[in-house]
């Protein structure tokens, strides 16, 4: 190879270097907004991802021009654009969180030996659309299909402790004040602990452990839940599978796009 070849190539892959750097700064400046913080000014981007002011405008200048960002009043605020809206749209559509969270419950279900469903919220009900039952001859399970009334249960009551008004799935006929103010404490406490456990509630004899889970938008989404017999999930068994149902309904959050 001669000189010139040399030169050549080596500005091509010099041009390739650049362009990989530009567009991991691009990135850096799309990921730097939040849900708390959607609107912000050049100052405080370049706090956030570390770039000069004019290395910044000129991203900035391209990603507008693109539709990745928008920018407003004076001073001037960034916001993302409607081309994020349609990439999180056509991401959102073909998302299965079944398929998902399959993992997440595999490794639950080997770590416990126990019943692991998944459920998402419905309106008033939760639903189980996946479930790996326990192998063990003493077990109990729902089935995918399951449905019941979101204010129920374990797995019901840590998706309604992060809605924003609980109160209204509550307060049907019957119901007494003092019922109500009851219910709303559980649910701060259970908001506070991230979790909620139930004993004997709606099976006779089962343990039932949730934890929820949250999208890309922060809202929450399901829960993740194990379920088995009392005589054989005690007190330190419960804290070792809230444990792991932590850290994995953590994980499936992630794999929903929460940040």
């Known amino acids: 190879m001669n000189s010139i070849e040399e030169s050549e190539k080596s500005e091509k ?7 990989v750097r530009a567009v991991d700064r691009a990135l850096e400046i799309l990921m730097a907004f939040t849900a708390t913080d959607h609107r912000l000014t050049a100052g405080e981007l370049v706090k956030r991802v570390d770039l000069s002011r ?11 021009h693109k539709g990745f960002i928008v920018s407003s ?3 001037q605020r960034f916001e993302l654009g409607p ?21 997440m419950m595999r490794r639950l279900w080997e770590a416990t030996g126990e019943t692991v469903s998944l459920l998402v919220h419905q309106g008033a009900m939760r639903t189980c659309v996946a479930e790996l039952p ?44 003092a019922d109500l103010v009851a219910y709303l404490d559980r649910l701060r406490t259970i908001r506070e602990q991230g979790y909620e456990i139930s004993r004997d509630e709606l099976i006779k004899g089962a343990v039932a452990m949730a934890v929820p889970y949250f999208g890309g ?5 399901g829960s993740l ?21 932590k850290e994995e309904a953590r994980k499936l959050s992630q794999a929903l796009g929460q940040r």
């Not at 892959?13 to 362009?19: I, R, T, V």
């Not at 990439?87 to 993992?103: E, K, M, N, R, Y």
């Not at 839940?225 to 149902?245: K, M, N, T, W």
């Open 13 to 19: 892959a010099e041009k390739l270097g650049d362009s």
């Open 54 to 64: 004019p290395t910044l405008y000129r991203l900035l200048r391209t990603l507008e």
């Open 73 to 75: 009043g004076e001073p």
């Open 83 to 103: 081309s994020v809206a349609n990439l999180a749209h056509v991401w959102s559509a073909g998302l299965d969180i079944a398929t998902v969270a399959q993992p």
């Open 134 to 177: 326990s192998a063990q001859p003493l077990s109990f399970k729902r089935g995918v299909g399951y449905s019941t009334d979101v204010t129920l249960g374990a797995s019901g009551r840590v998706i309604l402790a992060h809605v924003a008004s609980p109160e209204a799935y509550l307060g049907g006929e019957g119901a007494r004040d």
């Open 217 to 221: 938008d922060g809202q929450v989404k």
């Open 225 to 245: 839940a194990v379920f088995g017999p009392g005589v054989r999930v005690d007190e330190e068994r419960v804290r070792a599978i809230v444990f792991v149902l």
